[in-house]
């Protein structure tokens, strides 16, 4: 039932992004706003209280979100936020960019640092990615504090971990 | 001769010679019945005497070789059990020195079965505590890893190991 609420939003943010001209952007957008509420229990809470008037909510998104995201991004947040489907955001996000990328043919490469990456530097991992796996990808950067840092991509089967923490855990099992 | 005595003078006679005549009657009489019914058994019983003596005789005989033989006999037994006694110091003897052998060698064992336990367990307390310290050294130098990594994680060094990251991605297909 919620998984199929979620493709239901996900299909109707991937129209809209694409009627924009601006599903790339969305996608990613999507997918960073998602990981960054996710990753903050005080935002959590917050944007999912029912009991806070929706205008309120919305207005903390557009504050958190104003002049950082693309107006669809901001404006399909705040949908989502005044629905109440704040739990649901994350799921909605990577529905948003699994259908993006196979709209496109490419293959979602799901990548984990402790800081988010800007455009320069998705473009270039997506380029470096496909250089290597001979296939399109489109990138969907997960903020993971626990990382501590460098990169850990997952694409498919293939795992590329290049992070300070496994680099960490290699060392103590090495002692 | 009684009536010559009664005829005598009469000082040493009864009063009454009647009474003299009637008790040597009397006398008469109870020594002949003695005479007819005990004689013969008196006779058999004399008769009889040297035979019962010469059994008797031959009893004590037979009794004292008996004893005699009893005698020689706890003798013998005596001199079973000296030997017996000998034996069985000889053999306690030899029990104690088997057993005192047999204890030192026991004893010569346990100790040892007690170094070679010792040494062991020496080895095992010395590469534990070879681990425990080098586990120490490793739980300490890790930590100190940690600290000096999460102090140096600045946003320049998060996006230098994001950008040496993709370089090296792009630098292995």
Redesign the interface.
């Known amino acids: 039932m919620s998984e199929a609420v979620n493709n239901a939003y996900a299909e109707a943010i991937g129209a809209v992004a694409r009627a924009e001209g601006q599903a790339s952007t969305v996608e990613r957008e999507l997918v960073a706003v998602a990981s960054a509420i996710t990753g903050s229990d005080e935002l959590r809470t917050t944007l999912g209280d029912t009991k806070i008037p929706a205008a309120r909510r919305i207005q903390i998104v557009e504050d958190l979100l104003g002049g950082n995201a693309a107006p669809a991004t901001v404006s399909i947040v705040s949908l989502i936020v005044a629905n109440g489907r704040v739990g649901d955001l994350e799921a909605i996000a990577k529905a948003v960019l699994n259908r993006g990328a196979a709209a496109r043919g490419e293959e979602v490469a799901e990548v984990r640092?402790?800081?988010a990456?800007n455009d320069e530097?998705i473009e270039?991992?997506a380029?470096?990615?496909k250089?290597?796996l001979h296939r399109d990808v489109t990138i969907r950067n997960i903020v993971d504090p626990s990382v501590?840092?460098?990169?850990i991509?997952q694409v498919g089967e293939t795992l590329?971990d290049?992070s300070?923490r496994t680099r960490?855990t290699q060392?103590?099992e090495a002692? | 001769m009684i009536a010559f005595l009664a005829a005598g003078n009469g000082n040493w006679l009864p009063h009454d010679i009647n009474e003299v005549y009637w008790g040597t009657a009397a006398f008469l009489i109870v020594f002949g019945l003695i005479i007819w019914k005990a004689g013969p058994a008196i006779k058999t019983a004399i008769a009889a005497r040297p035979a019962r003596i010469a059994e008797e005789l031959g009893s004590a005989a037979t009794a004292r070789a008996s004893g005699e033989a009893k005698v020689a006999e706890v003798k013998n037994a005596l001199a079973d059990s000296d030997k017996e006694a000998a034996r069985i110091i000889d053999e306690a003897r030899q029990t104690a020195s088997r057993l005192s052998s047999d204890t030192v060698a026991r004893a010569e064992a346990e100790a040892v079965a007690i170094r070679e336990r010792g040494a062991a367990d020496l080895v095992a307390a010395r590469r534990q505590a070879q681990a425990d310290l080098t586990n120490e050294v490793s739980r300490l130098a890790l930590g100190a890893a940690e600290r000096v990594v999460d102090a140096n994680l600045t946003d320049d060094t998060q996006q230098a190991l994001i950008d040496s990251y993709i370089s090296q991605v792009g630098a292995t297909n």
């Open positions: 640092s402790a800081v990456l530097q270039r991992l380029a470096a990615l250089a290597k501590l840092g460098g990169i991509t590329l290049g300070v960490m060392l103590r002692f």
